[in-house]
């Protein structure tokens, strides 16, 4: 039961925090504790619920009860990751514009052969990055192009490539850190996705508002319906969405001669 009720205090300290109505997290946690102490007493334990990450579990599910968007926020501004990462290019850019700005020129040398250096560098890196897609060459065309930027400027060989160096390895840790989070987010929704499309069988009655319960395979889940109807036990249902641990469903119409 320990683990059951950590994860029910980390998913509500997530919920509160990414903006989900209080009404609405107090029914999360029902619903969270329920299914887990269920699934316990499957034999399951709750990383078979959750998955292997937390919060990204939390945030499927948030996403469902949140309120209405406001589309004058950014995207990154209701995501933690997201946030992170604003954070971290933000303070490369803003390194960057300091060292532009204070680091000593050279105004005797001739700065021309590293500015096309630099600046083809930026491009073949670019380019590379357009046909490979993998997000690897993208710092270093980023790196290139912050060196080439203070060739210039006037600013000597040496700062320009530290500058190349330093620039390419902190935007290649940040994206790195990112797209590990997002591989994770899309783990947990594919793991939750292998449920749609399955037939399940109804053990109490299902509609919009109460809710109900169905059973899937050996496992019971509680279960809603996006439709304005009362599903009746003992019918047939076809899962169309999961949305944290409650599956949508839908009736199976009869079939026809």
């Known amino acids: ?16 925090g990414s903006g989900v109505p ?5 029914e999360m946690r029902a619903e969270l504790h329920s299914h887990l ?8 334990t709750p990383d078979d619920v959750v998955g292997p990450d937390l919060a990204a579990f939390a ?6 009860y949140r309120g209405p968007v406001d589309l004058r926020r950014s995207e990154t501004s209701s995501n933690p990751t997201g946030r992170r990462m604003a954070v971290a290019l933000g303070l490369i850019v803003a390194g960057f514009v300091a060292l532009a700005v204070w680091a000593p020129k050279e105004e005797t040398m001739d700065f021309e052969s590293w500015q096309w ?7 073949v890196l670019a380019i590379g990055e357009m046909l490979t897609a993998g997000f690897f ?14 060739a ?27 797209a590990r989070k997002d591989d994770a987010q899309v783990r947990v929704d594919a793991g939750a996705g292998r449920y749609v499309g399955s037939i399940a069988l109804v053990l109490e009655p299902v509609d919009r508002h109460r809710g109900g319960l169905v059973r899937l395979g050996t496992e019971e889940w509680r279960a809603t319906t996006d439709q ?30």
């Open 1 to 16: 039961m320990a683990d059951v009720d950590r994860i029910v205090e980390e998913c509500d300290r997530y919920w509160r």
């Open 22 to 26: 209080a009404d609405a997290v107090a």
């Open 37 to 44: 102490v269920e699934a316990a007493a499957a034999g399951k």
């Open 59 to 64: 945030e499927t599910w948030a996403r469902t």
């Open 117 to 123: 250096i630099w600046i083809g560098a930026a491009a």
């Open 137 to 150: 060459l993208l710092p270093f065309a980023v790196g290139a192009a912050a060196a080439g930027i203070l």
């Open 152 to 178: 210039f400027l006037g600013v000597g060989p040496v700062v320009q490539l530290l500058t190349f160096i330093v620039v390419s390895v902190l935007f290649l840790v940040v994206l790195q850190r990112y």
């Open 228 to 257: 304005p109807i009362t599903i009746p036990a003992d019918a047939e249902v076809r899962v169309v969405e999961v949305r944290g641990t409650r599956l949508v469903v839908e009736p199976i119409p009869p079939e026809t001669d």
